[in-house]
């Protein structure tokens, strides 16, 4: 499955060269609406049962499951990074108050999303699937 998972990423970066964002503008555009969850760590959320989504609004953020708000906060893109950074402040959840920092990238209608897990200083710089961050991959609705 992590080959799988790591082969979809790496096939997306090559299309991202085409058809993706190139500053933090275009990029906070591009994220703009909602986007449904595929895939969490290499599984796909359908197989877990549950149905979750990420909205971008403006400078914002909301985490749905189930039609339940799970995490709401701000979030910064580093366009000057490739690939880019983003920080995720959150407001509401788990953690308020903390910030997790990540990779992004959009192409083809296709949100990939690497972070760290809370509590961890360390930022992920690729793609590929490691037990210590998470890995989301999202279609927009």
């Known amino acids: 499955m992590k080959w799988l998972m790591t082969s979809y990423v790496l ?3 090559s299309l991202a060269a ?3 964002p190139q500053d933090a503008t275009g990029m906070t555009a ?3 609406g909602s ?3 595929t895939h969490v760590n290499g599984k796909a959320v359908s197989s877990l049962g549950q149905k979750s989504s990420l909205a971008f609004t ?3 953020y909301v985490v749905t499951t189930n039609g339940q708000v799970k995490e709401r906060g701000i979030f910064r893109i580093n366009g000057a990074t490739n690939p880019m950074q983003i920080d995720m ?4 959840g788990i953690a308020p108050g903390s ?3 990540g990779v992004i990238q959009v192409a083809s209608g296709t949100l990939a999303l ?3 897990t809370i509590g961890a200083p360390q930022r992920p710089t690729d793609f590929k699937a490691d037990p210590r961050y998470v890995l989301v991959v999202a279609q927009k609705e």
């Open 114 to 116: 690497k972070t760290n």
């Open 18 to 20: 085409q058809s993706a």
């Open 99 to 101: 910030t997790q920092l």
């Open 58 to 60: 403006g400078n914002t």
């Open 30 to 32: 591009a994220l703009q």
């Open 89 to 92: 402040r959150m407001t509401e």
């Open 11 to 13: 096939a997306m970066a």
């Open 35 to 37: 986007w449904t969850l």
